[in-house]
């Protein structure tokens, strides 16, 4: 295998090192065991060493891939400055990314209580502060916030502001290259992700990531235990939303792993792989299914007993399995008056995918193989 050495060369040789794709894994070091309050459960707590990347901060990546997406779209010709609501670290990464592009004039709105410190580390980089006195509650709709300040002068023509709190390329970075890693690292065995919150970039990012990747093992594991259609479900709780303009590629993408796990579990059906649909839909679908089940975890009747009230073996079973944070009250309800019949996994909170493996699988065990 070809070891990255970590050399940069040429004209380009800084953008390179900027972009996190061409540079060794962060580290992911495990705490020490006096740290850890968990060690007693068997639980073990890693922490990703953000502060290695090429500009020793987190809003290294975000920053990079905001101004280099908007390069490899053309959305900077004309453009000869940037103006962005941050007072540190966000708009000193963006500052020596976009020099990198040929933008030299970065300005930035501060708030008025900022270090001196701070001030000086904008100065010292180039960055042109602009204090602004914010409101007490900062509103991205308020016009004396600095939000909304950098937003409005940056439609002014030759200007951009990345906008760090709605731009997707700011999450996307956190997909791109921190969960990948973190993946990787775990060798996906990853089963809790923490991180802290300022414009939420880095938890939506990674939390897309690993969701994903969970759903590609679940398909898998699925398949292999016999079911005959996948159906994604929108509900009230569910975290995050489908990014729709992407679904028909990772439908391909479920195809081939639904495709892969019959070959190696000997099926000789493949599961179908259904579009997304909201929960509404879905409970008001018939899918031609002789028994409907919704899995809730506030029910107490377990399903083996709820299963004894039935007169005769049913050839279909519709499930429906709700996301982390469960079905709300009118949901459940919705599905009564639409047939589903109410059952409990136990009294513990089971994760999703745990909750469906371990569904199907009961479901095995009481009817059989059904395909």
């Not at 020793?56 to 905001?66: I, T």
């Not at 493949?270 to 679908?285: C, D, K, R």
């Not at 050839?315 to 009564?336: D, H, Q, R, Y």
Request: glycine share 6%; with cysteine; charged share 20%.
């Amino acid at each position: 295998m070809k070891k990255n050495l970590n050399v940069h060369r040429g004209e380009n040789s800084i953008k390179s090192f900027l972009n996190p794709g061409n540079n060794p894994n962060f580290p992911l070091v495990e705490i020490p065991v006096n740290l850890n309050p968990f060690l007693s459960e068997k639980v073990k707590i890693f922490a990703k060493l953000m502060t290695f990347t090429s500009l020793g901060n987190v809003k290294a990546l975000p920053a990079y891939n905001m101004i280099a997406e908007k390069a490899a779209k053309g959305e900077l010709e004309g453009t000869d400055s940037i103006i962005e609501n941050s007072s540190g670290n966000t708009v000193f990464s963006i500052a020596v990314a976009a020099r990198l592009f040929g933008i030299k004039n970065i300005q930035s709105f501060v708030p008025n209580e900022i270090s001196w410190n701070k001030l000086l580390m904008l100065l010292f980089f180039g960055i042109n502060p602009i204090v602004n006195q914010e409101p007490a509650k900062p509103s991205a709709t308020d016009p004396a916030s600095g939000i909304y300040k950098a937003k409005k002068l940056g439609l002014q023509k030759g200007w951009l502001n990345p906008g760090q709190y709605d731009n997707e390329d700011n999450p996307k970075a956190h997909q791109k290259w921190t969960a990948k890693q973190i993946w990787e690292q775990t060798e996906g065995k990853i089963t809790v992700f923490c991180a802290g919150l300022g414009t939420t970039g880095t938890i939506i990012g990674n939390s897309s990531y690993l969701k994903d990747k969970k759903m590609d093992m679940l398909i898998r594991h699925l398949t292999e235990l016999g079911i005959t259609q996948w159906l994604p479900v929108i509900s009230e709780f569910s975290v995050p939303k489908p990014d729709m303009k992407k679904i028909n590629s990772k439908i391909q993408r479920w195809e081939i792993i639904a495709k892969e796990a019959v070959k190696q579990c000997r099926r000789t059906r493949i599961p179908e792989i259904l579009s997304p649909m909201t929960f509404l839909h879905a409970v008001e679908e018939n899918f031609d299914a002789d028994l409907k089940i919704i899995f809730y975890e506030n029910d107490t009747v377990a399903l083996l007993k709820t299963m004894q009230t039935l007169n005769q073996k049913p050839s279909t079973i519709f499930v429906l399995l709700g996301p982390e944070g469960g079905f709300s009250n009118k949901e459940i309800e919705l599905a009564k008056s639409n047939g589903f019949i109410i059952a409990s996994l136990g009294p513990r909170i089971l994760r999703a995918e745990t909750a469906s493996l371990s569904a199907c699988t009961i479901i095995q065990h009481l009817f059989g193989d059904m395909c």
